[in-house]
């Protein structure tokens, strides 16, 4: 995984960060380089060790081309997603920490949807809004767009999947997530 200093990544769960060093560091296991990150969201400070980059999820924002594929995604109401609350937040948890873009997705479409049915718990709604904070914010970095303009259109493609309910439901301002 090549990054270049200045450069805008992903940190799964964490959301876009910056690369702001290359170094190098004396580890027990010898000298290893590794990517000073600091995360927009709360000006936090990481290092991953290269080696560690892929296997962490680490990657670029996706393209524009992938936003397009990512909204279509989230308008189409087809949802895999486990009944049991305990099987359902294990597997939300897990798919939240691939890194995967369209994996956040499916927590967010799955998440969504179960609370236009119920109220969620507290961990479960937590988890929809960072769902959505890391969605809207990657996909708003991707086209150079306002994260308002951003969480419309994910409201919209929502509204599309699971009808009107979408919009009364979302009341979290992504920028507080």
């Known amino acids: 995984m090549e990054f270049q200093v200045g450069d805008k990544v992903i940190y799964p769960n964490h959301g876009i960060g910056v690369v702001e060093s290359i170094d190098t ?24 060790p290269r ?13 524009t081309t992938e936003v397009e594929q990512l909204i279509d995604h989230l308008a189409d109401s087809n949802i895999d997603q486990q009944a049991n609350w305990k099987g359902r937040f294990k597997e939300n948890s897990d798919r939240m920490r691939t890194g995967s873009i369209f994996e956040v997705a499916e927590v967010l479409k799955g998440l969504t ?7 969620l718990s507290f961990r479960e709604k937590r988890m ?24 419309e259109r994910v409201d919209r493609a929502l509204t599309k999947a699971f009808g009107s309910e979408v919009l009364s439901a979302s009341s979290t301002p992504v920028a507080n997530a």
Do not use: C, P, Q, Y
Request: charged letters at 25%.
């Open 25 to 48: 560091r004396s580890m027990s296991e010898g000298t290893v380089t590794g990517f000073g990150l600091r995360i927009l969201a709360n000006d936090s400070k990481v290092w991953i």
């Open 51 to 63: 080696d560690s980059a892929t296997g962490v999820g680490l990657r670029a924002v996706v393209k």
């Open 113 to 119: 949807h179960l609370s236009l049915r119920k109220a």
């Open 128 to 151: 929809l809004d960072r769902a959505k904070f890391l969605m809207v914010s990657e996909m708003a970095e991707a086209e150079g767009a306002s994260e308002t303009v951003m969480e």
